[in-house]
């Protein structure tokens, strides 16, 4: 069974940066697509960000492009989510996600979520 493990979120001022890990377990990392959804108090959860089984693509939801990027290192079975020039707008609970059939089931339908790590950003 898959699991998915978020760690990096904290408070960050307005302006700074911080850097979200995921690691996957119990399946083979390199055969799944990787990202990361987000849901703020009051909000539906959204989509923010995705990278294809082996790495070569990434997508970006609009309001985090040129902000963030995601990377993966098979190595470490681990996604990051490099979040940069933070905004309070960016508070949310970020959930770790994983789909073995791609980028583009990914972006609305995941398989697999990890439980979210908090992050909150302060003006």
């Known amino acids: 069974q898959v699991q998915l493990v978020e760690s990096g979120g904290r408070l960050v001022q307005a302006g700074g940066s911080l850097r979200l890990s995921c690691v996957l377990s119990g399946g083979t990392f390199n055969r799944y697509a990787m990202g990361w959804f987000r849901q703020a108090p009051g909000k539906e959860r959204e989509f923010v960000a995705a990278?294809?089984?082996?790495?070569?693509?990434?997508l970006y939801t609009g309001s985090v492009k040129g902000r963030f990027i995601l990377s993966r290192e098979t190595a470490k079975n681990t996604v990051y989510l490099q979040m940069n020039t933070l905004k309070a707008e960016d508070t949310a609970l970020y959930y770790c996600?994983?789909?073995?059939?791609?980028?583009?089931?990914?972006?609305?339908?995941?398989?697999?979520w990890g439980p979210g790590t908090q992050v909150t950003v302060a003006s």
């Open positions: 996600v994983a789909e073995p059939k791609g980028t583009a089931i990914i972006q609305t339908k995941p398989s697999y």
């Open positions: 990278i294809s089984s082996g790495g070569s693509s990434t």
